[in-house]
């Protein structure tokens, strides 16, 4: 099989220049398409889009399915009146030359959550029962998150300590869970909402100027993922409660 010889960029999101700290889907993106189109590119090689794992490398996401909701575009969100010019405007500690995730995650995550609160009610509710939103893995992300509080992975004794009869999928557990944190759960389906929304927004842009994508995945799949989370069987623990 003989393939056209291309060229292009290998280049994370989030090293685009930006005004909440990393680079996203939203204005920078695009540009930098065009200017890839403009430069006689066709190639942007992407890395993994998922969520952060330890030491914030999307190579030992929380899951290989879902996307990193710090990439959302919230400029996107005041557009459609869920934030307001007040709430995006950048604070002590964001940097658009350098990622300080430190002040980047919580800035992007505060704002996530008032979008979502403020959203219409039942705004966007078809769209989160798409087919992509109701793959397994990206529920089970959601629930994941929604019980440990926090966009990326937890850490693995937490897991273990908090949700072992979860993940051995204990009906009782699983439907206290579900009922306990209702609320969490729709937030991170929202966010995956918005980050697919966009993320289809900027590959159709990139299709139209003839730039073509180069996917990536994590070399592997973390073991406090929901991943691992899916599928029970490999959710195996010693006598001490850690994993072999």
């Known amino acids: 099989?003989?393939?056209?010889?291309?060229?292009?960029?290998?280049?994370?999101?989030?090293?685009?220049?930006?005004?909440?700290?990393?680079?996203?889907?939203?204005?920078?993106?695009h540009a930098f398409v065009d200017w890839l189109a403009g430069a006689?590119?066709?190639?942007w090689q992407v890395l993994p889009l998922g969520g952060l794992g330890p030491g914030n490398s999307p190579y030992m996401s929380s899951s290989a399915f879902a996307g990193n909701v710090?990439?959302?575009?919230?400029?996107?969100?005041?557009?459609?009146?869920w934030?307001?010019?007040?709430?995006?405007?950048?604070?002590?500690?964001?940097d658009a030359r350098r990622v300080n995730f430190a002040a980047m995650v919580p800035f992007r995550m505060q704002r996530l959550a008032r979008g979502h609160a403020f959203r219409p009610a039942g705004h966007g509710r078809r769209s989160c029962r798409s087919r992509r939103l109701r793959a397994r893995a990206c529920?089970?992300?959601?629930?994941?998150?929604?019980?440990?509080?926090?966009?990326?992975?937890?850490?693995?004794?937490?897991?273990?300590?908090?949700?072992?009869?979860?993940a051995q999928r204990a009906p009782a557990a699983l439907k206290k869970a579900r009922e306990a944190h209702r609320e969490r759960i729709a937030f991170w389906v929202f966010c995956q909402w918005c980050f697919f929304r966009q993320w289809a927004a900027l590959r159709a842009?990139?299709?139209?100027?003839?730039?073509?994508?180069?996917?990536?995945?994590?070399?592997?799949?973390?073991y406090q993922s929901a991943d691992v989370w899916a599928r029970p069987e490999l959710f195996v623990l010693d006598a001490a409660g850690r994993p072999p």
Do not use: K, N, Y
Request: with cysteine; aromatic share 2%; hydrophobic share 45%.
């Open 40 to 43: 006689g590119q066709s190639l």
């Open 1 to 29: 099989m003989r393939f056209p010889r291309r060229s292009g960029i290998l280049l994370h999101p989030t090293s685009l220049p930006g005004p909440h700290g990393s680079g996203d889907l939203g204005d920078e993106a």
């Open 139 to 166: 529920r089970l992300a959601a629930r994941l998150c929604a019980l440990h509080g926090a966009g990326r992975a937890p850490r693995l004794a937490r897991l273990v300590r908090v949700a072992r009869r979860l």
């Open 83 to 94: 934030l307001s010019d007040a709430e995006i405007a950048p604070v002590e500690g964001l």
């Open 205 to 222: 842009h990139a299709h139209a100027r003839g730039v073509h994508i180069v996917g990536d995945m994590p070399i592997f799949v973390a």
């Open 70 to 81: 710090l990439m959302i575009d919230l400029r996107e969100l005041q557009r459609r009146g």
